[in-house]
Structure formats: C-alpha cells, structure tokens
C-alpha cells in the first residue's frame, strides 16, 4: 500500500450557501413551514479561491478541474465563466470543467484522473470526505484552511478526535502529512514535503498500519509506534 496522491480538492470555505443571505425557516400563507437558503458567490470570491487552485496545480501535475452545476445553478454559470478567464493567467495549466454528480462517480470510479479539484464550499465538503475513503480511512487526509497569501492552519481533515484521545489508536498520518502540506504550500519547502511524504509510503509498505487501516497479514500498531516508524523513515 504505496502512499499515491490522488488528488488535492480546494474547497471555498467562507462563501457559498453555507453563509448566503437570506436564510431560514418561515411560514407560507397557507400555515406550511418552509426551509430555505441561498447559494451565491461574488466574482471576487470565485477569482481568490480560483488563483489559489490554479497555484496549486503548477507546483503538482498542471492540471485543474473545475466542479460546479452550471446546468441548473446560476451561481456556478459565473462560477464556471470566471474559471475559465483565470485560466488565460496558467497557460501550463490544463483546465476542464465537471458537473459535481460526475466528478462524484468519477472520484470513486477513476480517482487517478483527477490532480487538482476547485470547487464551491458545499460540494467541496461532500466531495472531500469522499475523497477521504479513497485512502482506507479519513485517518490518512490531511487538510488545511489558507488565505489568500498561503498562510493559515493545517489539521488531519477530521479534526482532533477527542473521543480517542489517549488511547493509542489514532492515526496520525493525517497529521503528519499535513506538516508536509504545509511545508509545500505556505513555506514552499517542496522538498522536505516530498521526504515527509516518502517516508510515510514506506511506513505503509512496510505493512505497518493503525487499526482504522488493519487488514489481515499487515503489522497493527499505536499510534506513537507508527509515528516513530515515521521518524525512523525520515
């Protein structure tokens, strides 16, 4: 079980219809309640998260797909058109554009075709933990959340865990390999993420594996043993 880098997804985390206005529950003429939100982004907001992603697919493979529903959404038509202006700044980049309920299916049927994914907040968070289970467990993904300079905070996409705290039992590859994203993306170390990274590919094909990972004719270790054999790596 070769550590192979599927795929990194840039999710728009403050915009959407997470935060869109107006929203709430109400009640019609008739007496019925009804929920309701609203999805929409600004230019601005689109054109941030879009440099980003674009930036991260030059320092990877060159190549972005854009994820919106531009066939029934209008937020994401513009979503979609700005994109594609962005792109004439990346001429490196190859750019494709993918409905979110196809690059769904095409994320667990074909993962290997993807490098990086820009998205919305909303189909950011469905389509990251789905990413997630591609690795064998949200325990292997790591996360960050940057501005616009690069900065910001790394974390294991499932945050600090504490119902196992103390336990022993947590992976903490997910933690370690967000060291590495951000030594690649906020202190453009690259090579120390890659060493990082190689180390914990050959900590996995070593047969060492957490208990969220297990399979039979593997070795089961804690969590402190399986980040020394990390170390060890290094």
């Given amino acids: 079980m070769s550590l192979v880098w599927i795929s990194l997804i840039v999710r728009e985390l403050v915009g ?14 008739n007496g019925e309640r009804e929920g309701y939100n609203t999805y929409k982004y600004s230019e601005s907001e689109i054109r941030r998260i879009g440099r980003m992603a674009f930036e991260a697919a030059m320092v990877r493979g060159k190549r972005l797909c ?17 994109i594609t202006e962005l792109a004439a700044d ?3 980049v190859e750019l494709s ?14 993962p290997k075709q993807f490098d990086v994914i820009v998205t919305g907040n909303m189909f950011g968070d469905i389509l990251s933990d789905t990413a997630a289970m591609l690795t064998g467990s949200i325990g292997m993904l790591p996360s960050a959340s940057l501005d616009k300079d690069g900065g910001g905070m790394y974390e ?31 202190l453009d170390a690259v090579e120390a993420a890659d060493a990082i ?8 094909d070593q047969g060492l594996r957490t208990g969220d990972i297990y399979t039979d004719g593997m070795t089961r270790v804690g969590t402190v043993e399986m980040g020394d054999a990390v170390v060890a790596a290094l």
């Fill in 90 to 92: 990346y001429p490196e």
């Fill in 156 to 186: 294991p996409c499932h945050g600090s865990a504490p119902d196992i705290a103390g336990q022993g039992v947590a992976n903490p590859l997910a933690t370690i390999l967000s060291v590495a994203m951000m030594l690649r993306y906020s």
């Fill in 66 to 82: 854009s994820v919106d529903k531009s066939n029934v959404l209008e937020a994401t038509v513009l979503w979609k058109e700005i």
């Fill in 97 to 110: 554009h993918m409905y979110v309920d196809n690059a769904a299916m095409q994320l667990v049927m074909a």
């Fill in 16 to 29: 959407g219809i997470y935060f869109g206005e107006p929203r709430g529950i109400r009640t019609l003429e």
């Fill in 197 to 204: 990274e190689k180390a914990v590919s050959d900590v996995l």
